[in-house]
Nanobody
């Protein structure tokens, strides 16, 4: 069973940047699609970005042009580079595959506020 550990969150002003990391406890090379999910205050968890094993990416409209997802299979890590952050990006960020196969990690909190 893969365990996922998210990190890199924090408090940032609007327009700022953060880079999130998701470290897996075993190889993710064979996992076709990995994604970053976000749960804002009072909202359901939503998929914001996904990356396939060959590097193809998709994004929810609200983050297109601002977020970049990537993966390093050699390091069993998935990243989310977030730029031009907005208050509505505030939330707990988690990673998982696209089928939600694995137990959720503890997430990493991102707070965008002036």
């Amino acid at each position: 069973q893969v365990q996922l550990v998210e990190s890199g969150g924090g408090l940032v002003q609007p327009g700022g940047s953060l880079r999130l990391s998701c470290a897996a406890s075993r190889s993710i090379f064979s996992i076709y699609v990995m994604g970053w999910y976000r749960q804002g205050p009072g909202n359901q968890r939503e998929l914001v970005a996904a990356v396939t094993s060959n590097g193809d990416t998709t994004y929810v409209d609200s983050v297109k042009g601002r977020f970049t997802i990537s993966r390093d299979n050699a390091k069993d890590t998935v990243y989310l580079q977030m730029s031009n952050l907005k208050p509505e990006d505030t939330g707990l960020y988690y990673c998982n595959d696209n089928l939600l196969t694995f137990p959720w990690g503890q997430g990493t909190q991102v707070t965008v506020s002036s």
